[in-house]
């Protein structure tokens, strides 16, 4: 362990001083099973659920070319990559402590993963602002987001995270420009990681902005309904809307803030102090709540949708045809019944 702390003290890890790969395998037996079961089991359950989504989108020709589930049907497909990539790689260096034959290899699959959690959340980035026009020009919706723009603006995403998600590979790294490495990851070099925070702190604030002036809005609405006491049965309807609206952002505020914001803090410390290995041990398991993020998107924001639910409904019909279920069945039809409602501009 002294050998460790010798070795990081910022230096390159790629010279006779290189810093053993083994340095950054800091957990211990129990740690290691309680990381293997999370990420098993929550990424089994994040690709199911994603899966699940994107089948439905693609499966109904109504939905599957409308601009808001274009952007729902990109999140759930970075989360789905997030899941598959991050628990192959991380449990197998973390707790069968597999290294890779090269440099390269690492760098690639780490790649994958800053791609695949990175696409998640500027997905949820275009979500917030599709979310933003809809309730605040909605007038203008259709005009301003249509689904050709929707494409345009995927791809220029998915493209931009892939090239700065593989500056590692294509040469940033401490190995390349002889600089000292971060203390989480092998062979990044700590501006990279100091610019990559400050891409996800961004991100993070905009969706954030976004989300806020949405709830402004709804707020704003409920108000001036409440204030003229108009009780018409079409605006109790927009207020109940405008009020499940405002209870599934804050939802979904909450749930980001909460899963990032610890990996991220641990990331920034490590930009400028040094690390012993409770805190590397910390931030594994802050890594995981990374995870736990992209399961409970398709929750917070596919199983909310009025037009999916109907979809998930047709599945499951079919299913229980299939099966010998009768379709009067009361608790399939108290089910069907069940599902909640959101605005989403069509």
């Not at 940033?172 to 702190?201: G, Q, T």
């Not at 398709?298 to 979809?311: H, K, N, V, W």
């Amino acid at each position: 362990m002294e050998k460790c702390k010798n070795t990081t003290a910022g230096t390159s890890q790629c010279g006779s001083s290189a810093t053993p790969m083994e340095c950054y395998m800091v957990l211990d037996n129990s740690a290691q099973t309680v990381i293997a079961v999370l990420c098993y089991s929550v990424g089994s359950l994040c690709i199911l659920e994603n899966c699940l989504v994107l089948y439905l989108i693609f499966s109904s020709p109504k939905i599957r070319n409308k601009p808001s589930y274009l952007f729902l049907s990109s999140l759930a497909l970075a989360d789905t990559l997030a899941s598959m990539i991050f628990v192959c790689s991380f449990v197998a260096f973390h707790v069968f402590n597999k290294i890779d034959s090269s440099k390269d290899i690492f760098l690639l699959k780490l790649g994958g993963v800053n791609t695949s959690f990175t696409a998640s959340l500027g997905s949820l980035l275009l979500m917030a602002f599709d979310r933003y026009i809809c309730i605040l020009r909605p007038t203008e919706y259709k005009v301003l987001v249509t689904s050709r723009r929707a494409v345009v603006a995927l791809v220029m995403l998915w493209v931009i995270i892939m090239l700065i998600a593989f500056l590692p590979l294509l040469g940033w790294n401490c190995c390349h420009l002889s600089s000292p490495c971060s203390e989480l990851f092998p062979f990044v070099d700590n501006k990279y990681l100091s610019s990559w925070i400050v891409l996800v702190a961004i991100l993070l604030i905009f969706i954030v902005y976004a989300y806020m002036n949405v709830l402004w809005k709804a707020r704003k609405h409920v108000v001036y309904m409440e204030k003229y006491h108009i009780q018409t049965g079409q605006q109790n309807t927009k207020v109940r809307l405008d009020v499940t609206l405002a209870k599934t952002l804050v939802i979904v505020l909450v749930v980001l803030v909460m899963c990032w914001s610890p990996a991220l803090a641990l990331m920034t410390y490590s930009i400028f102090a040094e690390l012993d290995n409770s805190i590397k041990q910390a931030f594994a398991f802050c890594s995981t709540l990374c995870l736990v993020n992209s399961m409970v998107n398709p929750a917070i924001y596919a199983l909310r949708s009025r037009e999916l639910c109907s979809s998930l409904k047709r599945v499951c019909s079919c299913f229980g045809r299939l099966l010998g279920v009768s379709e009067s069945n009361p608790e399939v039809e108290s089910t069907q019944k069940s599902c909640p409602i959101e605005t989403i501009c069509d």
